[in-house]
């Protein structure tokens, strides 16, 4: 299955200077815990957010400017469409982590969005999500995380 995780400010800011504009451990807790063991799908801006490859997770860098030969940590693809094919053959989930352009790429591909709500405004932000990408998803469940975090759980709707 294709999910989308993503965590939001009430702005509907993700990102600035090409990383998280916070900081809460209850939402890297949460991230950690729901990708563990699963594919994660970035673009090299978030790839290049991280200090390393997350652990015990199939890292997919989505980028035309990263070679694979550079990493062997981490498989890097051109296309989506090389994305899609290589998902078929995966028994686990793929996550797309980031940033907005991938989540544009994949937006007909999720079937799930687990949305972490960040209870502030961002001003200075340069990465933001379109307000209506959860058009055509439907409110599942919710979960409160500490710190004032809210989780809330979309599908696709059948209609």
């Known amino acids: 299955m294709i999910i989308g995780i993503i965590a939001i400010a009430k702005n509907f800011a993700i990102g600035k200077d090409g990383r998280l504009p916070w900081h809460y451990s209850s939402d890297l807790k949460h991230f950690k815990e729901t990708t563990t063991g699963n594919a994660i799908v970035m673009g090299s801006t978030t790839w290049n957010s991280l200090s390393k490859p997350l652990p015990n997770r199939l890292n997919i860098v989505l ?29 686990c989930d793929v996550y797309i982590i980031g940033g907005a352009k991938t989540f544009a790429s994949f937006a007909e591909d999720i079937e799930k969005w687990i949305v972490t709500r960040i209870p502030v405004n961002v001003d200075d932000a340069d990465v933001f999500m379109p307000e209506n990408f959860l058009d055509g998803f439907e409110l599942q469940r919710t979960k409160d995380l500490d710190e004032g975090l809210l989780v809330e759980y979309f ?3 059948r209609t």
Not at 64 to 82: F, G, M, P, V, Y
């Open 63 to 91: 980028s035309r400017t990263i070679a694979s030969a550079d990493r062997e940590d981490i498989l890097t693809i051109q296309l989506k469409d090389q994305v899609r094919t290589l998902w078929k053959y995966l028994d």
């Open 155 to 157: 599908e696709r709707s």
